[in-house]
């Protein structure tokens, strides 16, 4: 029996965090350059995408809460399907936290360290997460609970602080420019990122009162997609969807517009770090998701081994994974967001055999 | 043919030296199987000699005794006789035994009387309304009546009689109760603990007069033989803790134990980390305060310093004055103490941080200053600091050291001499010295010492972090180490709460100190079904008084 380690709470907070530091770090350029003024919207459809995607995982979870997916899914669709099929997500999940990894070299390359070795970063990023991660499920997530209040004011705070520098005139592009047609392509990008809560069916068993998780669902990935609206507005006043279009970082400019009186002249590096934080105990996650289904397929009793093992391949693939930013942005638009839809939807084909063999049974039962 | 020669003496030298360390070791065996065989013997005469000493004829007892107490200068054999003929002795300790009262209590009425039959010196001395003594007893075993000879006690042999008389008249010096060194207040009480646990037994009862308050004992040490208390207040602690702690303790097995930091380090969660997973405090009220919240309390013999379990970094963080004043100004001062708590572990390495990597975060002007001031300092700040940073902990560490007479002359020369003269030589900035400074003030705030030295240990490794990679070095260490601290537990308490994980109840006495009115339960390490504090109304009265107007 599994000890249900994790709170309704604690997710909560967790699944909050995960969602919003990616995004706001790292993907307001690439929804803004796909949709200008219709990003809010887009991430409004990619959040229901996300719920909807979720509640299936929940759903088929719900079926056997205190096995481990990666156990008794060879039992729905034979061995010889089952472990292909749990390799893709496994090197799926890889590939996010590579991407991760490679944007948070990338950013501090460019502004911060420049001139550092991206190996000596990204072993640095690679200590931090495998150490969280080795510790096990409680870890993260209590992790996200003691820094969600700070992580949250820092979010919260940067629209606020950059309000006198907004254009209001621009506001009205929300109502005249907006379409639907325009924010598919962020809705789908971002659909894939709010879907990444389905993870929860690999540590369903670790769960506590698992019968509020869709209520659950539903507030952080409401309270996620609020945050990042309230992000997007304000890029969009500011700096306006053309300008903010062709900036890496739309995000890293609006703080450096932050004056803190005559104290200190910019805030954006213990913002970044803050923020950095929290994605540390996202890829934490993941990355202990990877180890804990590697265990589990490989039949070892422990995961904590191989999370430094695994932590060191994504390192070195992070390294080969792109030489420069226009590189890396092709090979993001390139289908990662589709890959990743694949891997969260996985589990439904399991979950209509699932289904579908136990209808089969209760007819031949029935037919008995 | 030469090598030849030289080969074959190689040879027999090697075979001298085989022999030899043959022969040695033979030796050894021998003399180790003597010694063997001597223990044996030794053991076995003792074995016979410890059932002779339970016999009722005294001669052989009192040889057993002589014999085990061989070479101990401060006992003291007293051999008298009860009128008519009945012998006596009375084995103590000489200074650690109250031999006056001994006489006074015991041997005058003994010796005024006459005994015609030995029963009737044994119903007066062993029925317990005969001599004006109170805590009057007995033991069987000649084992049982050695160690009370050595914890003080006087043990009176009786020929004919195998029962030993045990005198409780254990007196030696002891420090009277001083105000607490360590943690002074200005409005609580000023008592601390001292060496003998009895007396810090009697500062705890003074406080909670209540049968509820248990205080098992138990004896640690093969040679010291000390006794070791656990406090708890039964109902009000969760017996899981307190079977834990038993549990922990029952592996201690040593030779000794002289202090309460053996017992801690043998019984603590994870003994490797730098943050201490057990407090300890010098201070009654604080351990009093404890126990009524539901923790236990391990006091150590000869150790002014009790132990409390759980606890967690917020504990630690708290001072027994922030009780005893106001609650608007205590719950100020505790964010002043979290503020420089921040400041004492992160403001060098911030300074590094920024003057080496992320210079456009000073204004133009303190950057001017700033850059001036470092112009002819030839080191990186991230020496400078590490420089100053040891000079500050070597002067610390001196005037602990130092005699007090000399202490302050010391502390004046190191920080204002030297400090001045090293700005002035252009060795370090100004602006290092005012950062030391200010780090080594605000490391004093922190209440608890093992928590502040936790702090101060930490601070090197951040430092270096920040010379490497500016801010984000400071957050891969500050991240490392909130895993750690997210990690730690002690006594099954997640060392971080009421934060990760987090819990409301008990958060109302970290983030603010609530007023007493208000602190109706107790934190949730305390037994779940016993958590009320008080009543919730207790200020009913103002609200009766409002009724009225």
Same mark, same amino acid.
């Given at each position: 029996m599994t000890t249900k380690v994790v709170t309704q709470k604690q997710m909560y907070k967790y699944f909050t965090i995960h969602i919003i530091t990616t995004i706001i770090m790292f993907m307001i350029g690439i929804v803004l350059q796909q949709s200008g003024y219709s990003a809010p919207l887009g991430v409004l459809i990619g959040a229901c995408i996300g719920i909807v995607i979720t509640f299936f995982s929940i759903a088929f979870a719900k079926r056997r809460p205190d096995a481990f997916f990666v156990h008794y899914g060879a039992d729905i669709v034979t061995r010889w399907l089952h472990y292909p099929l749990m390799a893709f997500i496994i090197m799926t999940n890889f590939l996010l936290v590579a991407i991760n990894l490679w944007e948070i070299q990338d950013l501090l390359l460019q502004?911060?360290?420049?001139?550092?070795?991206s190996w000596i970063i990204l072993g640095l990023c690679g200590l931090c997460i495998s150490y969280m991660a080795r510790y096990g499920i409680k870890s993260m997530f209590r992790a996200a609970e003691g820094m969600f209040y700070l992580s949250m004011i820092t979010f919260i705070i940067i629209p606020y602080l950059v309000h006198s520098n907004m254009e209001w005139f621009l506001a009205r592009g929300f109502a005249t420019i907006a379409s639907v047609k325009e924010a598919w392509p962020t809705a789908y990008h971002l659909g894939s990122i709010f879907g990444e809560?389905?993870?929860i069916l690999y540590i369903y068993p670790y769960i506590?009162?698992?019968?509020?998780t869709r209520k659950t669902t539903i507030r952080f990935t409401m309270l996620a997609a609020l945050m990042v609206i309230c992000h997007l507005i304000p890029i969009l006043i500011v700096l306006g969807p053309d300008l903010a279009q062709n900036l890496n970082y739309p995000e890293l400019d609006i703080i450096r517009l932050i004056k803190s009186g005559s104290y200190l002249e910019t805030l954006d590096p213990i913002i970044i770090a803050l923020w950095l934080v929290s994605i540390f105990i996202k890829l934490s996650f993941i990355l202990f998701v990877i180890s804990h289904m590697l265990s589990r397929i490989l039949k070892l009793k422990y995961s904590k081994p191989l999370i430094y093992p695994i932590c060191a391949f994504i390192i070195v693939s992070t390294i080969c994974l792109a030489q420069s930013h226009t590189q890396f942005f092709s090979m993001h638009n390139g289908g990662v967001s589709t890959c990743v839809y694949i891997s969260q939807l996985i589990p439904l084909l399991y979950y209509v055999i699932d289904v579908m063999r136990n209808r089969r049974q209760q007819m031949e039962e029935e037919s008995l | 043919m030469k090598q030849e020669e030289k080969e074959k003496r190689e040879k027999l030298v090697q075979l001298e030296q085989q022999n030899e360390q043959m022969q040695q070791q033979s030796q050894l065996e021998q003399l180790t199987q003597r010694e063997q065989q001597d223990q044996q013997m030794k053991q076995d005469a003792m074995e016979q000699q410890e059932s002779i000493a339970s016999s009722p004829e005294l001669a052989p007892r009192l040889e057993w005794f002589k014999l085990r107490l061989e070479r101990v200068a401060e006992v003291v054999f007293h051999e008298f006789t009860v009128d008519y003929g009945h012998s006596c002795v009375l084995i103590y300790m000489s200074g650690m035994f109250d031999i006056k009262q001994a006489e006074r209590n015991l041997l005058e009425p003994l010796l005024g009387k006459v005994f015609y039959m030995k029963d009737e010196l044994t119903q007066y001395l062993f029925s317990r309304n005969q001599l004006p003594v109170t805590e009057l007893h007995w033991v069987d075993r000649a084992a049982d009546a050695l160690q009370a000879i050595l914890q003080g006690y006087g043990i009176l042999l009786f020929q004919g009689e195998p029962r030993m008389l045990v005198l409780p008249y254990a007196n030696y010096e002891t420090r009277s109760i001083v105000e607490a060194p360590n943690e002074t207040v200005l409005r609580g009480p000023r008592e601390a603990f001292i060496e003998d646990i009895g007396v810090n037994i009697s500062l705890l009862r003074r406080r909670i007069k209540s049968p509820l308050l248990k205080t098992e004992e138990y004896t640690f040490g093969r040679h010291t033989s000390t006794r070791v208390v656990l406090a708890y207040m039964e109902g009000i602690c969760k017996d899981s803790l307190i079977h834990e702690v038993r549990r922990r303790i029952s592996y201690l097995d040593i030779d000794g134990v002289l202090s309460s930091s053996q017992i801690e380090e043998t019984i603590t969660d994870r003994s490797s980390s730098p943050f201490t997973q057990i407090q300890y405090t010098e201070r009654p009220d604080v351990v009093s305060s404890s126990i009524l919240e539901g923790r236990v309390a391990i006091l150590v013999d000869n150790t002014p310093i009790a132990l409390l379990a759980p606890t967690t970094i917020f504990s630690k963080m708290q001072s027994s004055e922030d009780y005893y004043q106001n609650f608007v100004a205590a719950t100020a001062i505790r964010y002043i103490r979290y503020l420089f708590l921040f400041i004492s572990f992160l403001l060098p390495s911030f300074y590094i941080a920024i003057s080496t990597?992320? &210079?456009?975060?000073?204004?133009f002007r303190l950057l001017v200053t700033v850059a001036s001031a470092r112009?002819?300092?030839?080191?990186?700040a991230l020496l400078e600091a590490f420089i100053m940073e040891i000079s500050f902990e070597a002067l610390r560490e001196a005037s602990v050291r130092i005699p007090k007479s000399i202490g302050q002359t010391v502390s004046i020369i190191g920080a204002l001499i030297i400090g001045t003269a090293a700005v002035q030589a252009g060795i370090v900035s100004a602006a290092m010295v005012i950062i030391v400074s200010v780090t080594g003030i605000a490391s004093f705030i922190i209440p608890s010492f093992d928590l502040g030295l936790s702090f101060r240990l930490m601070r090197f490794p951040l430092m270096l972090l920040a010379g490497t990679f500016g801010i984000f070095g400071i957050a891969c260490g500050m991240f490392l180490i909130y895993t750690h601290a997210l990690n730690l537990e002690s006594f099954g308490v997640p060392y971080l709460t009421p934060m990760a994980p987090s819990n409301r109840d008990s958060a109302k006495d970290v983030w603010m100190r609530a007023p007493w009115w208000r602190m109706n339960e107790r934190p949730s390490f305390a037994a779940p079904n016993n =958590?009320? =504090?008080?009543?919730?109304? &207790? =200020?009913g009265w103002k609200l009766e008084q409002e009724d009225l107007e």
């Amino acid at each position: 029996m599994t000890t249900k380690v994790v709170t309704q709470k604690q997710m909560y907070k967790y699944f909050t965090i995960h969602i919003i530091t990616t995004i706001i770090m790292f993907m307001i350029g690439i929804v803004l350059q796909q949709s200008g003024y219709s990003a809010p919207l887009g991430v409004l459809i990619g959040a229901c995408i996300g719920i909807v995607i979720t509640f299936f995982s929940i759903a088929f979870a719900k079926r056997r809460p205190d096995a481990f997916f990666v156990h008794y899914g060879a039992d729905i669709v034979t061995r010889w399907l089952h472990y292909p099929l749990m390799a893709f997500i496994i090197m799926t999940n890889f590939l996010l936290v590579a991407i991760n990894l490679w944007e948070i070299q990338d950013l501090l390359l460019q502004f911060y360290l420049t001139g550092t070795p991206s190996w000596i970063i990204l072993g640095l990023c690679g200590l931090c997460i495998s150490y969280m991660a080795r510790y096990g499920i409680k870890s993260m997530f209590r992790a996200a609970e003691g820094m969600f209040y700070l992580s949250m004011i820092t979010f919260i705070i940067i629209p606020y602080l950059v309000h006198s520098n907004m254009e209001w005139f621009l506001a009205r592009g929300f109502a005249t420019i907006a379409s639907v047609k325009e924010a598919w392509p962020t809705a789908y990008h971002l659909g894939s990122i709010f879907g990444e809560a389905s993870l929860i069916l690999y540590i369903y068993p670790y769960i506590s009162q698992a019968s509020y998780t869709r209520k659950t669902t539903i507030r952080f990935t409401m309270l996620a997609a609020l945050m990042v609206i309230c992000h997007l507005i304000p890029i969009l006043i500011v700096l306006g969807p053309d300008l903010a279009q062709n900036l890496n970082y739309p995000e890293l400019d609006i703080i450096r517009l932050i004056k803190s009186g005559s104290y200190l002249e910019t805030l954006d590096p213990i913002i970044i770090a803050l923020w950095l934080v929290s994605i540390f105990i996202k890829l934490s996650f993941i990355l202990f998701v990877i180890s804990h289904m590697l265990s589990r397929i490989l039949k070892l009793k422990y995961s904590k081994p191989l999370i430094y093992p695994i932590c060191a391949f994504i390192i070195v693939s992070t390294i080969c994974l792109a030489q420069s930013h226009t590189q890396f942005f092709s090979m993001h638009n390139g289908g990662v967001s589709t890959c990743v839809y694949i891997s969260q939807l996985i589990p439904l084909l399991y979950y209509v055999i699932d289904v579908m063999r136990n209808r089969r049974q209760q007819m031949e039962e029935e037919s008995l | 043919m030469k090598q030849e020669e030289k080969e074959k003496r190689e040879k027999l030298v090697q075979l001298e030296q085989q022999n030899e360390q043959m022969q040695q070791q033979s030796q050894l065996e021998q003399l180790t199987q003597r010694e063997q065989q001597d223990q044996q013997m030794k053991q076995d005469a003792m074995e016979q000699q410890e059932s002779i000493a339970s016999s009722p004829e005294l001669a052989p007892r009192l040889e057993w005794f002589k014999l085990r107490l061989e070479r101990v200068a401060e006992v003291v054999f007293h051999e008298f006789t009860v009128d008519y003929g009945h012998s006596c002795v009375l084995i103590y300790m000489s200074g650690m035994f109250d031999i006056k009262q001994a006489e006074r209590n015991l041997l005058e009425p003994l010796l005024g009387k006459v005994f015609y039959m030995k029963d009737e010196l044994t119903q007066y001395l062993f029925s317990r309304n005969q001599l004006p003594v109170t805590e009057l007893h007995w033991v069987d075993r000649a084992a049982d009546a050695l160690q009370a000879i050595l914890q003080g006690y006087g043990i009176l042999l009786f020929q004919g009689e195998p029962r030993m008389l045990v005198l409780p008249y254990a007196n030696y010096e002891t420090r009277s109760i001083v105000e607490a060194p360590n943690e002074t207040v200005l409005r609580g009480p000023r008592e601390a603990f001292i060496e003998d646990i009895g007396v810090n037994i009697s500062l705890l009862r003074r406080r909670i007069k209540s049968p509820l308050l248990k205080t098992e004992e138990y004896t640690f040490g093969r040679h010291t033989s000390t006794r070791v208390v656990l406090a708890y207040m039964e109902g009000i602690c969760k017996d899981s803790l307190i079977h834990e702690v038993r549990r922990r303790i029952s592996y201690l097995d040593i030779d000794g134990v002289l202090s309460s930091s053996q017992i801690e380090e043998t019984i603590t969660d994870r003994s490797s980390s730098p943050f201490t997973q057990i407090q300890y405090t010098e201070r009654p009220d604080v351990v009093s305060s404890s126990i009524l919240e539901g923790r236990v309390a391990i006091l150590v013999d000869n150790t002014p310093i009790a132990l409390l379990a759980p606890t967690t970094i917020f504990s630690k963080m708290q001072s027994s004055e922030d009780y005893y004043q106001n609650f608007v100004a205590a719950t100020a001062i505790r964010y002043i103490r979290y503020l420089f708590l921040f400041i004492s572990f992160l403001l060098p390495s911030f300074y590094i941080a920024i003057s080496t990597f992320h &210079a456009e975060m000073i204004p133009f002007r303190l950057l001017v200053t700033v850059a001036s001031a470092r112009e002819v300092v030839p080191f990186p700040a991230l020496l400078e600091a590490f420089i100053m940073e040891i000079s500050f902990e070597a002067l610390r560490e001196a005037s602990v050291r130092i005699p007090k007479s000399i202490g302050q002359t010391v502390s004046i020369i190191g920080a204002l001499i030297i400090g001045t003269a090293a700005v002035q030589a252009g060795i370090v900035s100004a602006a290092m010295v005012i950062i030391v400074s200010v780090t080594g003030i605000a490391s004093f705030i922190i209440p608890s010492f093992d928590l502040g030295l936790s702090f101060r240990l930490m601070r090197f490794p951040l430092m270096l972090l920040a010379g490497t990679f500016g801010i984000f070095g400071i957050a891969c260490g500050m991240f490392l180490i909130y895993t750690h601290a997210l990690n730690l537990e002690s006594f099954g308490v997640p060392y971080l709460t009421p934060m990760a994980p987090s819990n409301r109840d008990s958060a109302k006495d970290v983030w603010m100190r609530a007023p007493w009115w208000r602190m109706n339960e107790r934190p949730s390490f305390a037994a779940p079904n016993n =958590r009320n =504090r008080q009543k919730k109304q &207790a =200020r009913g009265w103002k609200l009766e008084q409002e009724d009225l107007e």
